[in-house]
């Protein structure tokens, strides 16, 4: 029976190099007792080192996995992870093998190893010492339930770089002291401060945003167990918080007022209270009054205002879109919003003047989906735009433009009323019904969502080229 004393219970490395040697001279896990130096020794083991220990492959999820579960405090861990990887080393498809019990095993125990990082990330609440050679120093005390700090302290050596501190756990200690992260023996929470100045202003911070209309105690204490609460400063104020949130919640519910959106009041007072009916929309402002009432699709029951089109009756050029955006929404103008500053530059690089075109999208209201505060732009569907293509036939028809550009896939469904790629158009000058012209483009936000900026550029260049070709024919 070869026995392995381990000196420094959590240590990845000094483990790593007694189970490779092992390895390497074939000793099976059953001929293996592992244990601690504070442990008594076995009767019958055999203290030899193990051999040196040659190159070993393993799987590498495998030695991830094992860096984080030896600091497991089980004292059956070294001996459970060596049958591991002495598998493993037969068998490079273990880990996919979920119900196996020493596969079930670890992956249970990587499971708590992990969560008690993300614990310690999250409640390590750190005392100012004083300051020294201009750099602040600070410490902090932290009881993980396990030997996580080598694992966690390189996460607050990058956060906290600019500062001096030290944590303290009941195994060990991480200072960053002078650039440098070391690691020193445990200790205990008298070496810490009780309190200091930062800590009472974060107190009065988290009285301040605590919601009592929202606070939900079960899922509160499964995120923030209340074993964590000693050393947490904000931890003395959840009670008294906690008592006064039905009251509190009370005084909100009185004090509550509900006040119509003020945008909501300033496009009723622009739309006629009856809807117009088609025969009696003779102007483009009769449009921009009855797009607001228009119930063709359902987008229209959740956008702020319709967003009819903007310039001059007689512009010779329409530049037609796909739908408005959350500013265009709101403002309840095209093109106003991050695309329209893009629109505007390449515009004016092409030699175009906005106020003489006529800007205009193929859906008149904003289609998104709410996402806590924001909304998220959605693609409108085929059967939406034809929905919405008798309002840009409308806008056609009274503007009477000699040329036509579509910037994206729906407004080219928009204004041909089939679905064609821009890439199968793009580049040439088509003739509609009537005799007016057509050029199909890119739209401008499509130039915002690129991440090569390379790439980016090149697509500007091309967009701003389209419109100058726009500008030749219509001159």
């Given amino acids: 029976m070869r026995e392995v004393v381990l000196a420094r219970p959590g240590d990845f490395a000094e483990w790593r190099d007694a189970a490779r040697g092992l390895l390497t001279g074939g000793v099976a896990p059953e001929n293996v007792s592992w244990r601690g130096a504070d442990e008594g020794a076995s009767l019958f083991g055999d203290n030899a080192p193990p051999e040196s220990g040659a190159a070993i492959s393993l799987p590498r999820e495998l030695l991830a996995m094992a860096d984080r579960v030896i600091c497991h405090r089980d004292p059956t861990v070294p001996a459970r992870l060596y049958r591991i990887v002495w598998r493993g080393l037969r068998d490079r498809q273990l880990l996919a093998r979920r119900t196996d019990p020493d596969v079930d095993w670890l992956s249970k125990t990587d499971k708590a190893i992990r969560r008690d990082i993300h614990k310690m990330h999250a409640f390590v609440r750190f005392r100012r010492l004083g300051e020294q050679a201009g750099r602040e120093s600070f410490a902090a005390w932290f009881e993980p339930d396990h030997r996580i700090l080598r694992l966690t302290a390189p ?43 930062v800590e009472d202003q974060w107190r009065t911070y ?62 009723r007072t622009r739309v006629a209270d009856e809807l117009l009916l088609d025969d009696d929309i003779q102007t483009l402002d009769d449009v921009a009054r009855a797009v607001d009432r228009c119930t063709r699709c359902p987008i229209g029951c959740n956008a702020t205002q319709g967003v009819a089109g903007e310039g001059p009756a007689g512009a010779r050029i329409m530049l037609v879109g796909e739908q408005p955006g959350d500013q265009e929404d709101l403002q309840g103008r095209p093109f106003v919003g991050p695309a329209g500053q893009v629109l505007n530059e390449a515009l004016e690089e092409a030699g175009l003047d906005r106020p003489r075109l006529f800007l205009t999208n193929a859906v008149k209201h904003f289609k998104y989906e709410p996402r806590g505060k924001r909304r998220l732009h959605q693609n409108p569907t085929a059967r939406e735009i ?38 199968s158009m793009r580049g040439a000058v088509h003739e509609l019904a009537g005799g007016t012209k057509l050029i199909a483009t890119i739209h401008p936000s499509y130039l915002l969502r690129l991440p090569d900026r390379a790439r980016a550029a090149e697509e500007r260049a091309a967009f701003v080229a389209d419109l100058a070709r726009v500008r030749k024919l219509a001159a």
Avoid at 210 to 234: G, Q, T, V
């Fill in 155 to 197: 996460f607050f050596q990058r956060r906290f770089y600019g500062m001096e501190w030290a944590i303290v756990t009941p195994d060990a200690r991480a200072i960053w002291h002078d650039e440098t992260l070391s690691y020193g023996a445990g200790g205990t929470k008298d070496e810490v401060p009780d309190s200091d100045v």
């Fill in 206 to 267: 988290y009285g301040a945003i605590f919601n009592p209309a929202r606070i939900k105690i079960d899922a509160m204490r499964a995120e923030m167990p209340k074993k964590y609460w000693k050393n947490l400063p904000e931890a003395q104020d959840i009670a008294p918080l906690l008592a006064g949130a039905g009251a509190r919640v009370e005084r909100m519910r009185e004090a509550a007022v509900s006040m119509a959106n003020p945008l909501t009041d300033k496009w």
């Fill in 386 to 423: 034809d929905s919405c293509r008798w309002w840009l036939d409308k806008e056609r028809a009274l503007v009477q433009p000699d040329l036509i550009v579509t910037l994206g896939g729906s407004a080219l469904r928009g204004v041909t009323g089939k679905s064609t790629s821009v890439t």
